[in-house]
T-cell receptor, first 115, second 113 residues
Framework: DAGVIQSPRHEVTEMGQEVTLRCKPI?????LFWYRQTMMRGLELLIY????????DSGMPEDRFSAKMPNASFSTLKIQPSEPRDSAVYFC?????????????FGPGTRLLVL | GNSVTQMEGPVTLSEEAFLTINCTYT??????LFWYVQYPGEGLQLLLK?????DKGSNKGFEATYRKETTSFHLEKGSVQVSDSAVYFC????????????FGQGTRLTINP
């Protein structure tokens, strides 16, 4: 299996621009998670989906952030408009099923720099 | 609420030294416990896990035992290598938290030859 695929791997943009991050989970997995990692705040869960339905978006920092999962094999995280404080590494992870001991598999991340 | 507290880093050791990274947790119910590792420039990978009390997870020479009485899941390795240099995250998953992972702050480990 190819694992979780994220694109782009690196993104540099200017403040005010729209940014779209993409994720393809492992085939057959029914849960998908978006995380943000910064030096100051560590690893934060932004939102997660079960069976393409958003379950908990309490970690989404503000209305500038939105996430969608139109089907089981694709998800996007959009920031509009972007700000310098959004600079971080964004990880997508997927899990086979909703069970306590199930492993989450992480993608390689998208390193975002907003100038 | 659920939380995980890890030993603060960074930790620097010489090759072949013994490693312990402490992890304690607070959770309702009976959580599953995980150690993830993040190598430079990569995403997190599962290192090992334990799903019930007294279970021992092990992988690549690393071990951790689920201790319910002390609410701990300390990571150990008898002889570290330079290639073990990475950031290590302790995490828990509890049905009370809708099975989300709650991560510790991470511990950066550097092994010198």
């Amino acid at each position: 299996d190819a694992g979780v695929i994220q694109s782009p791997r690196h993104e540099v943009t200017e403040m005010g621009q729209e940014v779209t991050l993409r994720c393809k989970p492992i085939s057959g997995h029914n849960s998908l998670f978006w995380y943000r990692q910064t030096m100051m705040r560590g690893l934060e869960l932004l939102i997660y989906f079960n069976n393409n339905v958003p379950i908990d978006d309490s970690g989404m920092p503000e209305d500038r952030f939105s996430a969608k999962m139109p089907n089981a094999s694709f998800s996007t995280l959009k920031i509009q408009p972007s700000e310098p404080r959004d600079s971080a590494v964004y990880f997508c992870a997927s899990r086979a099923r909703e069970a306590r001991g199930e492993t989450q598999y992480f993608g390689p991340g998208t390193r975002l720099l907003v100038l | 609420g659920n939380s995980v507290t890890q030993m603060e880093g960074p930790v620097t050791l010489s090759e072949e030294a013994f490693l312990t990274i402490n992890c304690t947790y607070t959770a309702t119910g009976y959580p599953s416990l995980f150690w993830y590792v993040q190598y430079p420039g990569e995403g997190l990978q599962l290192l090992l896990k334990a799903t019930k009390a007294d279970d021992k997870g092990s992988n690549k020479g690393f071990e951790a035992t689920y201790r319910k009485e002390t609410t701990s899941f300390h990571l150990e390795k008898g002889s570290v290598q330079v290639s073990d240099s990475a950031v290590y995250f302790c995490a828990l998953s509890d049905i009370q938290g809708a099975q989300k992972l709650v991560f510790g702050q991470g511990t950066r480990l550097t092994i010198n030859p």
